[in-house]
């Protein structure tokens, strides 16, 4: 059943929707209207479907942003998924493109070192083979709510695991403009 999102009041919007599609699980929180929590892994490398002509798209049994949250500010519609990791099949590909799959993440660190370490990744997987991704999206009580209701994370943890070898990176990163591109810098032990 398809339920219209105008029909959805603020106590009805679910806090923890979990979605699991062919290529990510998500935990999403409608109240929020962002991803709390992300799980993928990378196998594609050199994919070569051509995201010309997508455009996020939403999905109807979940309430979530859209393009009014990103519209005249300074956030980007953050892929938490990279679109590069799944380019392996145009299928996969606009799955990334789900309003699930995105965050309002500032442009300045989408892109530069989150890019780069999205980058990196797929080094990892031409190198030593499939890895896992955890991403865990942080908000709190200070955390901005935009006109639009849209509520604007404060931070992302991102956990990749080597299958292989089973050694794991972990990075946090705030979700500001970022004071390097590096992104070794924000790696935590």
């Given at each position: 059943?398809?339920i219209p999102?105008?029909l959805?009041?603020?106590t009805?919007?679910r806090?923890k929707?979990?979605?699991q599609?062919?290529?990510?699980?998500?935990v999403?929180?409608?109240k929020?209207?962002q991803?709390?929590?992300?799980?993928?892994?990378?196998?594609?490398?050199?994919?070569?479907?051509?995201?010309?002509?997508?455009?996020?798209y939403k999905?109807?049994?979940?309430?979530t942003s859209?393009?009014a949250?990103y519209?005249n500010n300074?956030?980007?519609?953050?892929?938490?998924?990279?679109?590069?990791?799944f380019n392996c099949s145009?299928i996969?590909l606009?799955?990334?493109?789900?309003?699930?799959?995105?965050a309002l993440?500032d442009?300045y660190l989408?892109r530069g070192?989150?890019?780069?370490?999205?980058?990196?990744?797929r080094?990892?997987?031409k190198e030593?083979?499939?890895i896992d991704?955890?991403?865990i999206?942080?908000?709190?009580d200070l955390s901005k709510?935009?006109?639009?209701?849209?509520?604007?994370p404060i931070?992302?943890?991102?956990?990749?695991?080597v299958?292989?070898t089973?050694?794991?990176?972990q990075?946090?990163f705030k979700?500001?403009?970022?004071?390097?591109t590096?992104y070794?810098?924000y790696?935590i032990?």
């Amino acid at each position: 059943i398809c339920i219209p999102f105008f029909l959805f009041s603020q106590t009805q919007l679910r806090e923890k929707v979990h979605i699991q599609s062919p290529i990510f699980h998500i935990v999403y929180n409608e109240k929020l209207q962002q991803p709390m929590l992300i799980e993928y892994t990378v196998t594609c490398i050199d994919g070569k479907a051509s995201r010309a002509g997508i455009d996020f798209y939403k999905v109807d049994s979940v309430v979530t942003s859209d393009a009014a949250d990103y519209a005249n500010n300074l956030y980007d519609k953050g892929h938490m998924v990279p679109a590069a990791d799944f380019n392996c099949s145009p299928i996969t590909l606009k799955q990334t493109f789900s309003y699930l799959n995105c965050a309002l993440q500032d442009q300045y660190l989408n892109r530069g070192p989150w890019k780069l370490l999205e980058a990196q990744e797929r080094v990892i997987v031409k190198e030593q083979g499939p890895i896992d991704v955890k991403i865990i999206v942080e908000f709190s009580d200070l955390s901005k709510v935009l006109p639009t209701g849209a509520t604007v994370p404060i931070a992302f943890k991102k956990i990749i695991t080597v299958q292989k070898t089973k050694k794991t990176y972990q990075y946090y990163f705030k979700n500001e403009k970022p004071s390097t591109t590096d992104y070794t810098k924000y790696e935590i032990h």
